[in-house]
DNA sequence: GTCTATAGGTAGATAGAC
DNA sequence: GTCTATCTACCTATAGAC
């Protein structure tokens, strides 16, 4: 688990990433930190002054990460049908290779709550659905799809991807399967969600 | 926030649930559990060892209760359509009512992991989706409704119900809508994701 | 920049009076 | 059963040597 890379820097940020993300803000410790970096923990705080900063430091560019990522694929320049398979496909790669990332970004969000919440909305960057809101909008006001709320649809969108990654451990509890298995039904999945969206939208001839 | 009720002990069930529920296990301190309960922290030790009891005594109901009414739905004898019509209904009005449930369990076996979670999986009452899967399968099978993956139907029903409200404070960060819109938004929701899921496995005529 | 040692604060748990 | 007071352990953060 330990980390070897360039700068001391660096390595404290991939280590607190990763002990972050496992176990939250609250149980984290800033000793299993400087473990898994392969440092002394006073350097934690020569770099960073302290824990919070430190998980500012992480959240915000995994948020950063998060927010440009989705929004590459809500504002591609492409008809709404290949958008869609193009949203599922590209979403649940990045899904697979960081299955943590939107766990741990909206359970802290969960938690720290109130201004935690504003402040980083009123960043830059952060995830603007309302490109392919627009374009559904626009097909549905054309009678080229069915009458969906394209806000609704959207959010059925993110909730398919995202939602069995999230759920990770309540799934592969109930369904009893290992790794390698969920890994092929997550791969699998991208066709099936991309289907069951398209039907559910396309117009009977 | 304080708590009126009868026993101590239910009471200080309640006050766990709450201070649990929001903080999650780490960040949750026995001292808040106490002031909201409305009684002196030893009284915690008192009923409860220590906060892992005390934890697994909260954690463990509400599991059971959100086992307890997703198998209701899951197991009810009715036609697939009917059924899917009143699982989303029934299901978003648990999470209406009690919308912090979900997030809380999933984020815990998240966080908690290994033994954890065999622990919980080896109960009896345990969430058991295999009605509705079998019931999805006799339908394709009959051909009475498009080929789907009954598995993947069943993940794509749970995700569009539950993770509007998992990722609630991310949804209206980015949304920016107040709470009594979001909630609307649930509401109409019911009505646009059946006949979403029900356009997407309808055969066209 | 990196380490060791330690201060300072906090939270879980216990002891004991009532 | 319920409270107050306290112990103990741990964790963040700092001080200071190298």
Do not use: W
């Amino acid at each position: 688990m330990e980390i070897k890379e360039q700068s001391t820097e660096s390595r404290i940020l991939e280590a607190a990433r990763q002990v972050f993300m496992q176990k939250g803000f609250a149980a984290a410790r800033m000793q299993e930190i400087a473990d898994v970096a392969g440092i002394n923990k006073g350097l934690l705080h020569y770099y960073f002054r302290n824990k919070n900063k430190l998980f500012k430091a992480v959240f915000d560019e995994a948020f950063e990460q998060f927010a440009l990522q989705l929004n590459g694929v809500f504002a591609a320049d492409i008809p709404l049908f290949d958008k869609i398979e193009a949203f599922v496909n590209e979403y649940m790669d990045i899904l697979l290779e960081n299955p943590a990332l939107p766990g741990f970004v909206i359970n802290e969000l969960n938690q720290k709550g109130g201004e935690f919440v504003k402040g980083l909305m009123s960043r830059k960057n952060k995830p603007n659905p309302l490109p392919l809101v627009g374009q559904i909008q626009m097909e549905v006001e054309a009678g080229r799809i069915r009458p969906v709320n394209p806000l609704h649809l959207v959010l059925n969108m993110l909730s398919m991807c995202a939602f069995p990654f999230i759920a990770r451990p309540m799934f592969q509890g109930i369904v009893q399967v290992d790794d390698a298995t969920y890994l092929k039904l997550m791969e699998n999945r991208k066709r099936e969600v991309t289907s069951f969206i398209l039907n559910a939208i396309r117009l009977n001839q």
